[in-house]
């Protein structure tokens, strides 16, 4: 139902405004306050927190409900559509009900190229949805992603945000289905891979309390680091080396134009 409540036969329209969101159970609400607390002592401005909170509420139902929203906007000052707006604007937050594991696959330009594409279409057959759908069994939801951050390794597929590199159509057909029977899958780099609520908590700024979890955390591929080894004097395996200028290119101030008889 949108901001009307609609009528019963054909989704008319009857203006009649939704009602206000529900509220947090007191037991939930006092734990998600004493949370906030936390995370908005961080920052010198309270709104300044609005997108871990967004996070945190996330961490507690899957996805960013009224409720969260209300909870958001009443902590902060804000107003519900001010929440909304950010809620609405960036794809890490969910606006409706999904999998403990979202399984992302990178369809960008060389993802796409290396076989990215290939592996949507299959992993969307094999586990019957669509884009942005939830297999029944509310295990795994699939959604395609315009960039992983990481081309080295392409292609990508992520899980609740954990790089698995260089993928095929076949060994992401056996990550979906150990997901789904509850098998261990472990991310080629970074910590261990936890459920999508457990992830959400940790993107709101709280530690990832689980042993050797914060150790494990993986970094980029040599490629993406290039830059990074430059500046700090160390020499790359391989560098393209800048173009050269050609000798007769001007050094400055404007072209002059030839004169008559040049």
């Given at each position: 139902?949108?901001?009307?409540a609609m009528g019963a036969t054909g989704g008319v329209s009857l203006g009649i405004p939704q009602m206000p969101a529900p509220d947090f159970p ?186 050797g979890a914060v150790e494990a955390s993986g970094g980029a591929g040599p490629a993406s680091l290039t830059g990074l080894r430059l500046h700090k004097g160390e020499t790359p395996s391989r560098v393209v080396t800048q173009r050269a200028e050609p000798d007769d290119r001007p050094t400055g101030g ?9």
């Amino acid at each position: 139902m949108t901001d009307v409540a609609m009528g019963a036969t054909g989704g008319v329209s009857l203006g009649i405004p939704q009602m206000p969101a529900p509220d947090f159970p007191a037991d939930v609400r006092a734990r998600l306050e004493a949370d906030a607390k936390e995370v908005i002592a961080r920052y010198p401005g309270s709104r300044s927190a609005l997108l871990p909170l967004l996070h945190l509420v996330q961490s507690e139902e899957g996805y960013v409900t009224r409720t969260g929203i209300r909870f958001c906007a009443e902590v902060l000052g804000l107003t519900t559509a001010e929440v909304t707006a950010v809620a609405t604007f960036y794809t890490m937050y969910r606006r409706k009900p999904s999998g403990d594991y979202q399984v992302g696959v990178c369809t960008n330009t060389l993802c796409a190229v290396m076989g990215g594409d290939a592996i949507f279409d299959e992993l969307k057959q094999h586990l019957g949805v669509g884009n942005d759908e939830t297999t029944e069994d509310g295990k795994v939801t699939l959604e395609h992603i315009e960039c992983n951050a990481a081309c080295d390794f392409a292609p990508v597929v992520m899980i609740n945000w954990e790089f698995f590199d260089n993928q095929t159509p076949e060994s992401a057909k056996q990550l979906v289905d150990d997901l789904i029977a509850g098998r261990e899958v472990r991310p080629t780099r970074g910590a261990p891979l936890c459920t999508y609520k457990e992830t959400a908590r940790i993107l709101a700024g709280f530690p990832d309390e689980r042993p050797g979890a914060v150790e494990a955390s993986g970094g980029a591929g040599p490629a993406s680091l290039t830059g990074l080894r430059l500046h700090k004097g160390e020499t790359p395996s391989r560098v393209v080396t800048q173009r050269a200028e050609p000798d007769d290119r001007p050094t400055g101030g404007a072209t002059r134009a030839p004169e008559e008889g040049e």
